[in-house]
């Protein structure tokens, strides 16, 4: 018998994409879950709903931050040794929640944040190596969909699950132990030597500044900050208020029963799964990254202008399903953060891009908590209380339609400075 033949690289990059796209929807249930235990969690680790919260919002914290170190990693050793140690870090992180202290709570979630930023980056290195970059978008697009499926599965199913008995001990248990087994699998699809990363093209930079050196690239790009900051308006209604507080709000001002809450919060991330690759498979198409962002954003304005102002014109979950999908625009700002900068530093600029967009998306949530409080004490019935809450992340979405412009664009249909396109 012949014995088989070792698979190509091309295989082994496509082997390696689907099982990164694991990892991220894996990083989306992990992200979106908590919000579905908010009262329990409280109660496990001794604090109130409020405390609660803040606590899940410190994901974001190093998410954002170890963006940087993911990005980084990345582009000088290549994926496998930052892949396989952010699956590591985000199982400690899950099994740290089986603690019942407030310390173990946040320390699971700091660590939860810190393994689930190599997971992205890591994803857009190994497509931008194995697909062409007229197909970026969309790839990215489709990888996009399946951490949404993971968000959508993070809520909404395992809501489900645990009102059908499913205990949070046996929940994190299980999901360290799946991430365990991701990492191996990237052990063995990423061998040594099989993937180089592109610094490996150039001399190797041995001092502290060479290392350093696609941070001085990506953030002393005007265009890296602008879209990071866009990006990070355009996820603030999602990652605050669909992936936080929106069981709450639903339960507490539109007095939606716990499952129905579960669902229309969890609607976002199905919105996604369809906007997503549309909104990139559009971009790709058009060859146009501006004109498909700014027709997501005003959309997004539109959606939420609806649910939060006039909240009896359609279901909530119609609405949530709705805010998905035109968020899922927000997308075509990794691809813009990666095609303003040199390709040598594309690890790097994914996890700059996360850096920035969630940074920022970060900074604002931590202004949303202390907006809360101050909105909670304010009198008006619970509708008007909703709505009040619903002001924040509309300006934060009216914001971001209003820096748009002054982004590059970097579409490959892009017109030259002698009005010709660009090929």
């Excluded at 606590?55 to 582009?75: E, K, N, P």
Aim: neutral net charge; glycine residues 12%.
């Amino acid at each position: 018998m012949t014995p088989p033949r070792p698979l190509s690289p091309a295989r082994l990059l496509l082997l390696a994409w689907l099982l990164g796209a694991v990892f991220y929807f894996l990083d989306y249930v992990v992200r979106t879950s908590p919000a579905v235990m908010l009262h329990p969690l409280s109660q496990q680790f001794g604090i109130t709903p409020l405390q609660a919260g803040s606590l899940l919002g410190s994901y974001f914290i190093t998410y954002s931050l170890c963006s940087l170190v993911a990005g980084l990693s990345i582009d000088h050793l290549g994926p496998r040794t930052p892949l396989v140690a952010g699956c590591v870090i985000l199982a400690i992180g899950c099994l740290c929640f089986l603690a019942g202290s407030e310390t173990g709570g946040y320390i699971g979630r700091l660590l939860q944040g810190a393994g689930c930023a190599f997971a992205w980056p890591g994803c857009v290195f190994i497509a931008t190596q194995g697909f062409s970059p007229q197909r970026l978008a969309t790839v990215l697009g489709i990888t996009q969909a399946s951490g949404n499926l993971g968000g959508y599965l993070g809520q909404y199913g395992i809501g489900q699950a645990l009102s059908s008995g499913l205990s949070m001990s046996a929940y994190w248990t299980a999901l360290a132990g799946a991430i365990l087994l991701l990492a191996i699998g990237f052990m063995v699809l990423l061998r040594p030597g099989a993937h180089p990363p592109p610094s490996t093209a150039a001399p190797a930079a041995t001092s502290t500044l060479g290392l350093l050196e696609p941070f001085r690239i990506i953030l002393s790009n005007r265009q890296s900050w602008l879209a990071g900051v866009i990006g990070g308006l355009m996820t603030v209604p999602t990652s605050v208020f669909a992936m936080t507080w929106a069981v709450d709000l639903f339960q507490h001002d539109r007095q939606f029963s716990y499952a129905d809450a579960v669902l229309a919060s969890s609607v976002v991330s199905l919105g996604w799964i369809i906007g997503s690759p549309l909104f990139g498979l559009w971009s790709d198409r058009l060859g146009q990254r501006k004109p498909v962002l700014l027709t997501g954003a005003v959309l997004m304005l539109l959606v939420m202008m609806q649910l939060f102002l006039f909240p009896d014109l359609l279901p909530g979950e119609a609405s949530m399903l709705l805010l998905g999908v035109v968020s899922g625009a927000e997308l075509l700002v990794v691809s813009i953060s990666k095609e303003v900068n040199p390709d040598r530093v594309k690890g790097s600029a994914a996890g700059c891009a996360n850096f920035l967009v969630f940074g920022s998306a970060t900074l604002v949530g931590m202004a949303y908590n202390l907006f809360l409080p101050f909105s909670n004490s304010r009198p008006g019935t619970l509708l008007q209380h909703f709505q009040q809450s619903g002001l924040f992340f509309l300006g934060c979405t009216l914001l971001a339609i209003l820096l748009i412009p002054a982004l590059q664009e970097t579409g490959h249909g892009r017109m030259s400075e002698s009005g010709q396109p660009v090929a």
